[in-house]
């Protein structure tokens, strides 16, 4: 049983850490509503009311409408297609039984070692000699191709653990493979594939090195692209730039938000418990 001397010391912790977490978003919000032509940052807040302007004046200075249509279509994309390769690729890695399974999926794990700056040149003269660049294909199949690499990782790793007795009464039932899969797993997945959704999108929403090096185009911007040439052109523009933050942020919050639950549950299931 937990002692109120142990449980103190656990809200304390845990306080701390909120604190040291909730300080550089606090710092952005104030920045973000204080006068448009103040210097100041930080915690500062305005004496004037906060001035909600910044965040139309950011929209507008910043052409972040079409930066973030542009990111919301490659990150539903990429979550749409990893998640619809992970999941029966999952099963077939960790239920299956076929030559060269083991060396297949540790060629799958390799994706997960290999530092993203070593593959971008390479990848980029590959796209560019297939016509493919400077377009959302050059942002799609590779992000694709690295979130499918944790994908198939993390779902293999929840059919082998927690899944199995179902596979198998399912199979003593007469189940085959894609019914097994399709019928049964996949409900009962719900938890670990959101988990899987939600690291995803938030991976490639936040993704700034390939869309820096694979796009020129600024109609093909994405919105961590944008922010950095909003804040070459708006150096001095603290408000307006924090602002910018704030929106392209929001909608990962929201994604969040409206999965946290079956994140939680997903990662405290144990989705990959090997």
Known sequence: MTSRFERGVTYAVLGVFTVLALTPVVGVLTTALGPPDSLDTGFSLPTDGPHWENFADAWSRGRFGTYLGNSALVAVAVVLLSTALAVPAGYAFGVLRFPGSTALFYLFVIGLTLPQEALVVPLYFDLRHLGLTD???ALI???TAQSLAFGVFWMRGYFRSGALP???AARVDGAGSWTTLWRILVPMSRPAVSTLVVLTFMWTW??????LVMVSDEAHRTVPLGLAF???QHASDAA???AAAVL???PVVVVYVLLQRRLIAGVLGGAVKE
């Not at 936040?206 to 869309?211: I, K, S």
């Open 206 to 211: 936040n993704e700034f090195l390939m869309a």
């Open 248 to 250: 392209i942020a929001l």
């Open 166 to 168: 179902v596979i198998e």
């Open 141 to 143: 199949l590779p992000q």
């Open 230 to 232: 909003f804040r070459g």
């Open 135 to 137: 377009g959302y294909a």
């Open 240 to 242: 307006p730039l924090a």
